[in-house]
């Protein structure tokens, strides 16, 4: 079954230190994967979308890695700011063109 | 804002009820789509529609039924709900074909919080 697993559920930080979030998969065959950010009664925003070639992408504080043959992607916030406190999604999408598996999300609160 | 609305924001219905959920892009896109997002469980991707044309239906209950009149319009048809499908509905869009194995953005409208009494 494809899954995609994230970790930790919830994290709390102080402003300004950096955090990074984790995703696991098992999601096959691999085609993207995908963070989103979701504030709070908002819809999700996409951070990044990675290939099975892409080893890191960034998006400004933001950035991604994936490692495809150990099926680990995290998220690494930089200098988090107090706007950073929301829900991170994981999104692995299979190459056959059905499926599309969401992590639980990171709840990430951010505090002064 | 991203360029998808969606009303209306928050629904209260009964079980014996009809309503309609309806999304809207600006944004010239081809592809639409409509996700449920239960409390404490990922995100479910219900239906895919590719210019006007259903691409994709994830086992959804006939008790939801979606349409898609044109490629800026989506609706989501529920009658005779139960408790549990009380959650947020999220439409979104993206540029292409609607094709899930692709890199497009998809870009999400706010949401639609439903409860079913």
């Known amino acids: 079954k494809n899954q995609v697993e994230q970790s930790p559920q919830s994290l709390i930080i102080l402003e300004g230190k950096n955090c990074t979030l984790q995703?696991?998969?098992?999601?096959?065959?691999?085609?993207?994967l995908r963070w989103y950010k979701q504030d709070t009664g908002r819809g999700p925003v996409s951070l990044t979308i990675?290939?099975?070639?892409?080893n890191t992408k960034s998006n400004g504080r933001y950035t991604a890695t994936l490692d495809a043959d150990t099926k680990q992607s995290s998220l690494h916030i930089t200098a988090s700011q107090l706007s950073d406190s929301a829900s991170y999604i994981c999104?692995?999408?299979?190459?056959?063109?059905?499926?599309?598996?969401f992590g639980a999300g990171t709840r990430l609160t951010v505090k002064p | 804002e991203t360029g998808v609305t969606q009303t209306p924001r928050h629904l209260v219905m009964g079980m014996t009820n009809k309503k309609s959920l309806k999304c809207e892009q600006h944004?010239?896109?081809?592809?639409m789509y409509w996700y449920k997002q239960s409390a404490k469980k990922p995100l479910e991707l219900m239906f895919v529609?590719?210019?006007?044309?259903?691409?994709e239906n994830n086992s959804v209950p006939s008790r939801f039924s979606p349409e898609c009149p044109n490629s800026s319009h989506l609706f989501l048809h529920l009658h005779t709900l139960q408790p549990e499908d009380s959650a947020l509905y999220l439409c979104?869009?993206?540029?292409?074909?609607?094709?899930?194995?692709?890199?497009?953005?998809?870009?999400f409208g706010p949401g639609t919080r439903l409860t079913v009494l």
């Open positions: 979104a869009s993206s540029r292409d074909s609607g094709d899930l194995a692709s890199t497009d953005t998809q870009y």
């Open positions: 990675m290939t099975f070639s892409e």
């Open positions: 944004l010239g896109h081809n592809a």
């Open positions: 999104v692995v999408s299979a190459g056959n063109n059905n499926d599309m598996r």
């Open positions: 995703c696991n998969y098992t999601v096959s065959p691999f085609s993207n």
């Open positions: 529609y590719s210019l006007e044309e259903r691409v």
